[in-house]
């Protein structure tokens, strides 16, 4: 299951041959086709249309605070008329005279439009000069002007226009447009909006009341080409004042751009063999490996190729093939089930199959045997799909006319294997066999052992039982049942016949001697109904050929679904038949449901038997379309879906290193499960996700009813603090909307998303105090992601946090947009969630950036300035600066434990930048301070979504020691909570292992279990590893696995083990040995702070110190091999005092002694140390006349290897 055979035959995927998106186009083009912050936005049909027209190309990107100058230079240059500018103003919403006229006024306005709009775009021509600059938002810029105008403009709109299909989610208002004349810069603007936002459908310009002619031909010039003027369908009555209404009461106009009259949609059709050039050229300007690998017409051949499984689809363009697309209904569902999380999916099943598969799961978790279901005949067909019929007959040994004997077939059929899980269920398989033939002719006795058996009878049986499915056996049920009448008049003549006989034969067999009548006899005269009546009797009864109802062939079948999936005996022919004549088994033949073979659900093969019909997905096995139309690839998906009606899902798999596409922005990246073993990545759409983003809009009493299925994987806690917060929530509104003006307006608030008049998710945002954001500006640098001034201190702007955000699967696309929508609702422009490690988190956690933590000022000299007094018995206290007071309360907030959680925002203007998902798996090995940073720059980036990172960590990260006393040196870079601010257990995969090898052909780590961990960038980064047991060949003894060459001694560990902490932990064997042996000793090695640590380790772990010995090793003094490491400088006053006070109590400190070797007793436990002194060629054994056996010994060197080759051993 490690490749996509699995999935579908020839999966080619989309992407190879590779779709390169807008890449290309622009010198800064992205893969994705979606518009980084500052770089480019370049719509792939630039390329095409430059080409055709020979017009000069322009490149559209995002706009950037660095471009404020260029924008000044291009609307000065716009508006420079007389009068221009103050008609701008008046346009945009700016009431006051002279709103723009000092070059301070228009920065201001320039820059709030790039920070606080949903999305600016600047455009450059080919010299890089700025062409044009457009701002977009989600509410109309006089509408944010206006005071107390809010921003629900929908109803307005609505009352004033026809135009259903314009909502907050499918349109975008234009808050300002620059342009030189240059016909192509706003067509470019146009057509890179729609191709970036796919659910954009409509683009909008409010005209204010009272423009004079000439200003509206000025102010209005860009949209001439594109936009055209709405008609009003009403005359809505507006009060004075309104928003949309000038002063002496005239209306405002709206103009429109569809994106039909942009980009025109793709002709999708099925495909022709016909079209096998024109897509030959498509596919060879993308990759001509394809037609290396798969030859020449492998196009035509997929296209002839067609049945109810396969279809191929092609994009057409002036009746040119431009982009074809093959689709599948053949998925293994089982292995992606065992390789993603698909549970939130249904497993790709339909939810009826899903829901009786879940039933049953839940069973054999609680020991029940309540739920099945199959029958034993739906075992058996899984039996004989899974077996090769043909071949089992044809090596059973024939007699001269070709048949066989009963006894030769009956000895192949015992040779017959199954899987463990339905070996149980078909036990005595040959002999179900034999009576399955016995069926197919029961008029006849059974098989005898030199009964002759035509092979042709054995394939006929088991067709007839393979075609029994559900749909045939509740046909063959009705049948029977709706003749029941004759059905049961044929019983009764059957009964009497069989008592008749049965009186006949007592009648023969006379009275006993002494004239009394047998006991048997006065039984069936009590109850003439209980005759004993032969179930082959009855069949024969109900034939054609006995003037009965069915045919032979019916009842052949009805006998095999009596038997097989009932617990009625049609096995033989003297089985009895039941007294109702399977009245009852036929109803509940009639009402059954279809068998379903599942395994265990901890097995890996336990969703492998489900029928082809109960799976809901058809897969995208290959997708190609030309360079120009890359950004219209979803033009495909919903003829592809009318392919499919009754398939709900549609997935696509992809190399981790494939580049990503457009059309693979509509789609969701499904996490992997910890045991995946498949090479691919899978992306899953859901039909509904196609027709747009859900409507956001706030709860009411009637949603409460739909929360609870919402939120009910969340624990118990979590669940009742929603609920309760929406109870006040309600509770609240309703106190208001009674008109009691003593309720303040409540800072929570809480919305639903809505798709088809149901609640598909829950939102609950809470306005912060005001000095909210000045603490978190503090604590966090919040100021290199914001320009925090533009969002405070106006209408419709402002910071809001997330409480709870919950929203069904199928949409989690729509994340952002859905912000966006509760944000424009609530009228704030910066959303901040708190969270940490320990609370609930919030899926949109991946979709936010995270905000670097500020760190509490580290200790530093500082002089001190002379007293004012020159005596120290009255110096006077100074009284702290207002400065001082400033810095000790940010002090005191940056120490606050509440502080301690991590921030994460996301700007309004970020929503529209949906992060480029980076599948590339990049495993890094060593949770060193290299490692960490590396992991933490690379989450760091705002628009890069990372989605496989796997950090080896031995030991896991230094927080999870955090409960053991302190035993080595920790990080500086680090601290615990900075650590856990980093949140990198959410957003990397952490495996506590050890790599001993590097497979760089199957481009994968060994780790120390045998298991193997593949991926396509490998960063080793394992820190600064330990050397003294390292040149002994020895590993430390926490260490599992050993390489070829090196040994394991009990009682040598080394500082570099993590595993040293749970070894010596508090109350532990060695630790006790150590305080109450007298003979065990502990020697620590080396004379780096890790050394001086595992000290003071042992003295707070009561280890007396007079049993510690601290050996020193003598100083590096050539340090091109390895690295010194030494806590102190030659003739550190501090180390002398230090060893001063060690050897004060008690402690021996012995100094310049290399260790050579170690000696272990009887039992292979170490017993002494061999130890040189430096100036001295000498050995000797042990510590000297005052050593004693010195077991168990930590060793620290005082140099270390640079570990590169063996990163990960100690």
Not at 290 to 305: K, N, R, S
Not at 1056 to 1061: K, L
Not at 1158 to 1185: C, F, M, T, V, Y
Request: proline residues 6%; charged residues 25%.
């Amino acid at each position: 299951s490690s490749g996509p055979q699995a999935v579908a035959p020839k999966p080619v995927c989309s992407g190879a041959p590779s779709l390169p998106g807008a890449r290309g186009v622009s010198r800064r083009g992205q893969a994705d086709g979606t518009p980084p912050r500052g770089g480019s936005m370049a719509a792939a049909n630039a390329q095409q249309q430059q080409s055709a027209t020979q017009e000069p190309a322009f490149f559209v990107r995002r706009a950037d605070p660095d471009d404020l100058d260029t924008i000044l230079a291009l609307f000065e240059q716009t508006l420079s008329e007389e009068g221009a500018m103050d008609a701008f103003a008046n346009f945009h919403g700016l009431k006051e005279p002279g709103s723009l006229k000092t070059p301070v006024a228009r920065q201001r306005f320039f820059i709030s439009l790039i920070e606080t709009s949903f999305m600016s775009v600047t455009v450059e021509d080919e010299e890089s000069h700025i062409v044009g600059f457009a701002a977009l938002d989600d509410v109309p810029i006089q509408m944010l002007n206006s005071e107390g105008a809010g921003t629900m403009w929908e109803n307005w709109f609505k009352e004033t226009y026809d135009e259903s299909s314009v909502t907050g989610t499918t349109a975008m208002w234009f808050s300002c447009c620059l342009s030189e004349p240059e016909p192509g810069v706003v067509a470019e603007i146009l057509r890179t909006t729609f191709s970036t936002m796919h659910e954009l459908q409509q683009l909008l310009v409010f005209v204010p009341p009272g423009l004079s002619e000439d200003d509206a031909d000025l102010l209005l010039q860009p949209y001439a080409t594109f936009f055209t003027e709405l008609e009003p369908a009403a005359d809505p009555e507006l009060a004075m004042g309104h928003w949309a209404m000038g002063p002496d009461g005239a209306k405002a106009t709206v103009l429109a751009c569809s994106r039909d009259k942009v980009i025109t949609p793709l002709f999708i059709r099925m495909a022709k063999v016909e079209d096998h050039d024109n897509l030959a050229a498509v596919f060879d300007a993308q990759s001509e490996v394809v037609t290396d690998i798969y030859g020449e017409y492998f196009i035509a051949e997929l296209i002839e190729a067609q049945n109810e499984e396969n279809k191929a689809l092609v994009a057409e363009v002036d009746g040119r093939a431009v982009g074809l697309m093959c689709l599948t209904s053949d998925v293994d569902a089982n292995v992606l089930s065992q390789c993603f999380q698909l549970d939130p999916y249904d497993n790709l099943l339909k939810p009826y199959y899903m829901r009786r598969v879940r039933e049953y799961a839940q069973s054999v978790f609680e020991g029940r045997n309540d739920v099945q279901l199959c029958a034993l005949g739906d075992y058996l067909q899984v039996a004989l799909a899974s077996m090769d019929v043909d071949a089992l007959l044809e090596s059973v040994p024939r007699q001269e006319d070709g048949r066989f004997t009963a006894v030769n077939l009956l000895g192949q059929l015992q040779l017959q294997e199954f899987t463990e899980e339905l070996g149980e269920a078909v036990q005595d398989f040959e002999n179900r066999m034999m009576t399955m033939l016995w069926q197919m002719n029961f008029l006849q006795n059974r098989h005898e052992v030199d009964t002759l058996i035509e092979p042709k009878k054995v394939l006929e049986c088991v067709q007839t039982f393979m075609s029994l499915d559900v749909t045939a056996r509740r046909a063959i049920a009705d049948e029977a049942l709706a003749k029941w009448e004759e059905v049961q008049e044929i019983l009764k003549h059957t009964k009497e016949s069989a008592l008749e006989q049965g009186e006949g034969q007592a009648a023969e067999g006379g009275d006993s001697a002494d004239g009394t009548v047998p006991e048997e006899k006065e039984e069936r005269d009590e109850d003439d109904d209980d005759a004993v009546v032969q179930t082959v009797l009855y069949l024969r009864a109900l034939t054609t050929e006995e003037e009965g109802p069915f045919t032979f062939d019916f009842l052949v079948k009805m006998a095999m679904v009596l038997h097989w999936w009932t617990d009625v005996d049609v096995s033989s022919p003297i089985s009895i038949l039941p007294e109702d004549g399977f009245k009852a088994a036929l109803e509940q033949v009639s009402q059954s449901e279809e068998g379903l073979f599942v395994g265990h659900p901890n097995s890996p093969s336990w969703l492998a038997n489900m029928p082809q019909h109960s799976k809901d997905v058809f897969c995208v096995n290959m997708c190609c379309l030309d360079q120009a139309y890359q950004t219209q690839a979803l033009d495909f998906l919903l003829p592809a879906f009318s392919l499919y009606p009754e398939k709900d899902y549609c997935i696509i798999t992809q190399p981790h290193t494939a580049p990503n596409t457009p059309l693979l922005n509509a789609f969701t990246i499904v996490p992997p499960q910890p045991q995946n073993t498949f090479g691919h990545v899978l992306y899953l759409i859901h039909r509904a996700a196609l027709l747009g983003p859900p409507n956001v809009r706030y709860l009411t009493r009637d949603d409460l009813s739909a929360i609870p299925p919402l939120i009910d994987n969340f624990v118990q806690e979590v669940q009742d603090d929603m609920v309760n917060l929406l109870d006040g929530y309600l509770h609240h509104n309703d106190l208001r909307s009674k008109g009691n003006n003593m309720v303040e307006k409540q800072n929570l608030h809480a919305f639903v998303a809505e798709f088809d008049e149901q609640v598909v998710g829950l939102i609950m945002m809470e306005v912060p105090p005001e000095h909210e954001v000045a603490m978190l500006r503090c604590c966090y640098h919040l100021d290199d992601y914001l320009l925090v001034e533009h969002h405070e201190g106006c209408q419709n702007k402002g910071h809001t946090r997330l409480v709870h955000y919950v929203i069904n699967p199928l949409f989690q696309k729509y994340t952002r947009r859905l912000h966006q929508g509760a944000m424009r609702i609530m009228g704030r422009t910066v959303l901040f969630a708190e969270m940490d490690l320990q609370g609930n988190i919030s899926p949109i956690f991946r979709e936010l950036l995270q905000v670097a933590p500020r760190r509490p000022p580290q200790l530093k000299k500082v002089l001190r300035k002379p007293p004012k007094v020159a005596s120290f018995v009255n110096v006077e206290k100074e009284e702290p600066t207002e400065d001082d007071l400033r810095e000790d309360e940010r002090q005191e907030l940056l120490r606050d434990a509440a502080r301690t959680k991590a921030l994460s925002i996301v700007a309004k203007k970020l929503l529209s930048e949906t992060k480029i998902p980076v599948n590339a798996r990049i495993v890094v090995v060593g949770a060193s301070d290299c490692g960490l940073s590396f992991l933490e720059s690379l989450l760091s980036i705002p628009h890069l979504l990372f989605n496989s990172l796997t950090l080896l960590a031995p030991g896991g990260l230094e927080y999870h020691h955090s409960h053991h006393l302190p035993l080595v040196a920790g990080t500086a870079a680090y601290s615990h909570n900075e650590l856990r601010r980093i949140m990198l257990e959410l957003r990397v995969r952490i495996l506590d292992s050890r790599m001993v090898q590097i497979d760089r052909q199957q481009r994968c780590c060994v780790l120390h279990d045998g298991s193997l961990l593949p991926y396509d960038y490998l960063v080793v980064a394992a820190g600064l590893q330990d050397d003294a047991l390292h040149s002994l060949k020895i590993r430390s003894w926490g260490v599992e696995h050993v390489t070829d060459g090196y040994r394991r001694v009990n009682g040598c560990m080394s500082a570099a083990d993590p595993s040293i902490r749970d070894l010596l932990v508090e109350g532990g064997t060695l630790v006790k040995s150590l305080i109450w042996n007298p003979l065990s000793y502990a020697v620590v090695y080396g004379r780096s702070l890790h050394a001086y640590c595992v000290v003071q380790g042992l003295l707070m772990r009561k280890v007396p110190p007079t049993k510690i010995i601290l050996v020193l090793p003598p100083r590096l003094q050539d340090a091109s091999q390895q690295l010194p490491v030494d806590a102190f400088y030659d003739g550190d006053v501090v180390e002398k005092k230090i060893h001063q006070i060690l050897e004060g109590m008690g402690m021996k400190v012995y100094e310049g002694y290399k260790l050579l070797g170690i000696q272990q007793d009887n039992r292979l436990r170490l017993k002494a140390l061999l130890l040189e002194e430096h100036d001295s060629a000498n050995p000797s054994a042990g510590l000297g006349a005052g050593g004693a056996p010195t077991a168990p010994s930590v060793a620290e060197t005082g140099a270390a290897n640079l570990a590169a080759a063996a990163a990960a051993t100690a």
